[in-house]
């Protein structure tokens, strides 16, 4: 069933808005702008917007735990950015990361349920069609750690409600799958890849991603204009419309985790007319709750 409920949150018109994350503590909304070099926060009491702007593009972000601060995943490597009332933003190297080529940063990405933090890499150039992306994992004991390679355009990394499965994406126009992958939590590792999605016959590329409280995979469709709710056994149940061609990850936020936030993808160099909105930010009524995004831990934590 396609349905819309699609509300304008921000008008942002970013570039590539991606990574959303709900803060709910602060009952606000993060996402970065990846060409633009954004941190950006929309607040829910007052609606402001705040902006950060770093050295480097932001792709992929977690809250470290027990601080305001957050970890990231950027061109060269992982960073911490500390962002500040008066505007500066803090911008520390955690690790860097050596990529296959040049011209590569990273992609999508975010916190297993026990805080690791998990982010693929991309060529910039899409078109060179590049199997050089890779999956890494950091975590402040032991370090960047190198998990799977072979990507194009690693993308829809989640994981369901006990942690113990992975779900990972090529979002590449040659690809299009979603992959499942059980997840030693213990060791943090992936094994046993299987084809949880065959994206082709479906609309939209697989792109950011998250999970509901039922286990279920949200996945913004890149140029349809929706994003699908699948199962855990992989079937299509629910796509729900946006007023954008370029969904780029949705997140579960607002007071009871209601709400699936969606960025968006504003392309240059095209006719917009028919879709003014492109870049920004939007909510939908998801019908079902989300689960809180897990924080970065420097040591792992127990479910």
């Given amino acids: 069933?396609?349905?819309?409920?699609?509300?304008?949150?921000?008008?942002?018109?970013?570039?590539?808005?991606e990574s959303p994350v709900w803060q709910a503590a602060e009952q606000a909304l993060y996402w970065v702008d990846i060409p633009a070099r954004k941190l950006c926060r929309w607040s829910l009491a007052d609606a402001s917007i705040s902006e950060w702007t770093a050295p480097e593009m932001l792709a992929c972000m977690?809250?470290?735990?027990?601080?305001d601060s957050w970890i990231a995943g950027t061109e060269s490597g992982m960073f911490q950015l500390s962002p500040t009332a008066?505007?500066?933003?803090?911008?520390?190297?955690?690790?860097?990361?050596?990529h296959a080529s040049g011209g590569m940063r990273f992609n999508d990405g975010?916190?297993?349920?026990?805080?690791?933090?998990?982010?693929?890499?991309?060529?910039?150039?899409?078109?060179?069609?590049?199997?050089?992306?890779?999956?890494y994992s950091y975590q402040t004991s032991s370090g960047m750690r190198l998990l799977l390679d072979g990507f194009i355009?690693?993308?829809g990394m989640a994981f369901s409600p006990d942690g113990r499965t992975m779900y990972l994406s090529d979002s590449h126009p040659s690809?299009?799958?979603?992959?499942?992958?059980?997840?030693?939590?213990?060791?943090?590792?992936?094994?046993?890849?299987?084809?949880f999605i065959d994206?082709?016959?479906?609309?939209?590329?697989?792109?950011?991603?998250?999970?509901?409280?039922?286990?279920?995979?949200?996945v913004c469709g890149n140029d349809a204009g929706l994003v699908h709710r699948f199962t855990p056994q992989g079937r299509l149940d629910l796509s729900l419309a946006v007023p954008v061609k370029k969904p780029a990850m949705c997140a579960f936020g607002g007071a009871d985790l209601d709400t699936l936030f969606v960025t968006s993808i504003r392309p240059e160099g095209i006719d917009l007319s028919d879709q003014p909105l492109a870049g920004g930010v939007f909510a939908l009524r998801a019908g079902v709750r989300g689960l809180p995004e897990p924080a970065?831990?420097?040591?792992?934590?127990?479910?």
């Fill in 1 to 17: 069933m396609n349905a819309t409920n699609a509300e304008l949150v921000v008008d942002a018109r970013n570039g590539t808005g």
């Fill in 153 to 155: 355009t690693p993308n």
């Fill in 296 to 303: 970065f831990s420097p040591v792992p934590v127990s479910l």
């Fill in 199 to 218: 994206m082709n016959p479906l609309p939209g590329r697989p792109d950011g991603a998250a999970v509901d409280a039922d286990g279920c995979y949200w």
């Fill in 62 to 67: 977690a809250p470290l735990a027990g601080s």
């Fill in 86 to 98: 008066g505007g500066a933003l803090g911008f520390d190297l955690l690790a860097n990361v050596e």
């Fill in 110 to 135: 975010r916190c297993d349920r026990q805080g690791r933090f998990l982010a693929g890499t991309m060529l910039m150039n899409m078109a060179a069609g590049a199997p050089t992306g890779c999956i």
């Fill in 175 to 195: 690809v299009q799958s979603v992959w499942a992958f059980d997840y030693d939590i213990d060791s943090g590792t992936p094994s046993n890849r299987r084809l």
